[in-house]
């Protein structure tokens, strides 16, 4: 079991900056991947950027060059810099991790979330 909890998020003007920060239960290099998923308001969750074990990231196009994600292995956490915020950018911010038990089995975790809401 992974426990993910997220945290950062809150109100900002357009053009400003949140750090989002996931922090999870379990040392992250047993993780084989995390992300960062956005569900924006009557619509469906979306990948915005994960990171794999080997540190290797994945951007969706509207997110590029905004956006950083970032690993603190010691601390057991993935940040999410945002930066040159859009109010289009607003909606719940979820954390995900994705594990392979030793017998093979596919695990996906996820945060409880953190409200982002960008004013124009």
């Known amino acids: 079991q992974v426990q993910l909890e997220e945290s950062g998020g809150g109100l900002v003007q357009a053009g400003g900056s949140l750090r989002l920060s996931c922090a999870a239960s379990?040392?992250?290099?047993?993780?084989?991947?995390m992300g960062w998923f956005r569900q924006a308001p009557g619509k469906q969750r979306e990948l915005l950027v994960d990171?794999?074990?080997?540190?290797?990231?994945n951007y969706v196009d509207p997110v590029k060059g905004r956006f950083t994600i970032s690993r603190d292995n010691a601390k057991n956490t993935v940040s999410l810099q945002m930066n040159s915020l859009k109010p289009e950018d607003t909606g719940v911010y979820y954390c995900?991790?994705?594990?392979?038990?030793?017998?093979?089995?596919?695990?996906?975790?996820w945060g409880q979330g953190t409200q982002v809401t960008v004013s124009s």
């Open positions: 379990v040392s992250i290099f047993s993780i084989n991947r």
């Open positions: 995900n991790a994705e594990t392979t038990s030793p017998g093979g089995r596919y695990h996906s975790y």
């Open positions: 990171i794999a074990s080997d540190g290797r990231t």
